[in-house]
């Protein structure tokens, strides 16, 4: 048994079965990471024990350390090394957000755990901004955000499927614009998940396709994706074989274009009697 010198916080193993789970849903899942961890885990053992609030009984409350947890799990370990917390639970959230060596918050676990300190213990977001530091814009701009996300697309981001970036600034502009595209490319998502560059690659194009391109690329982003690709991988190659000397031609086609276009506007630009110093502006 461990006692921390500076919080007087007991550190000790407790079973895993103790834990409730209950911030469960304000975490996102990141299973490249739990991997990372695991395979840590089966080299190192648990380095950094988690957080937990003493609860009824023999349980605990599991507030910090939702992935730690699960790779312990995958290594089929029982146990968890912990920091075991006395006191009121939405204070130790506080704390959990404050932290100064705590690990830098996905916007969306954020907002989540902020939520929570709103809606579950009834606290004013002027109260939740003085307890975390923060100006009251902060708190209000994160619960707007998390407010504002269908429990859909929640759903994605926890999984990791969808960055909280990528569903704040493609999903939620779609969702409001043509709700069923939201829709179905969320259901996609779930089954094939895009990188956030790829899924940002993807809006692109899609903002400036016409309406059946948009069908085809909300039902099938992923194939959308490598059809780009390999046009783009064609275009390499295409570009590689002819060298300079094609590139060289393309540049006089583009310039001829151009040239046989100003050719054309010769007849209207220059006419008799124009005043002279619209001539020397266009000459």
Not at 51 to 80: H, M, P, Q, W
């Amino acid at each position: 048994m461990v006692m921390d010198p500076g919080h007087l916080r007991e550190v000790k193993e407790i079973e895993i079965a103790q834990l409730q789970l209950r911030y469960g849903h304000t975490r996102i899942e990141w299973p490249q990471r739990v991997l990372a961890l695991a395979s840590s885990i089966e080299r190192f053992g648990q380095i950094l024990p988690v957080i937990v609030l003493r609860g009824e009984g023999n349980s605990f409350v599991l507030l910090d350390g939702y992935l730690r947890v699960k790779a312990l799990k995958r290594c089929l370990r029982d146990t968890v090394m912990a920091e075991i917390w006395e006191g009121k639970e939405e204070e130790a959230l506080v704390e959990i957000l404050v932290r100064a060596n705590s690990r830098k918050w996905d916007l969306l676990e954020e907002a989540a755990l902020l939520r929570e300190l709103h809606d579950q213990y009834h606290l004013s977001q002027s109260r939740i901004a003085s307890m975390v530091g923060r100006k009251q814009s902060w708190v209000s701009g994160r619960l707007a955000l998390y407010n504002g996300l269908s429990e859909d697309l929640l759903e994605l981001i926890r999984k990791g499927s969808v960055s909280t970036w990528a569903a704040t600034r493609v999903m939620v502009p779609i969702a409001r614009a043509i709700p069923e595209h939201a829709e179905v490319l969320s259901e996609n998502l779930s089954k094939a998940s895009l990188s956030t560059r790829e899924l940002a690659q993807w809006f692109r194009h899609y903002q400036k396709a016409n309406r059946k391109q948009r069908e085809n690329m909300v039902h099938d982003p992923l194939l959308f994706l490598k059809a780009l690709r390999a046009k783009e991988d064609a275009a390499e190659a295409k570009a590689l074989k002819e060298g300079l000397e094609g590139k060289w031609l393309r540049d006089w086609r583009v310039i001829g274009q151009m040239l046989r276009g100003l050719i054309k506007d010769i007849a209207p630009l220059f006419y008799s009697g124009q005043p002279h110093l619209d001539r020397r502006i266009l000459l």
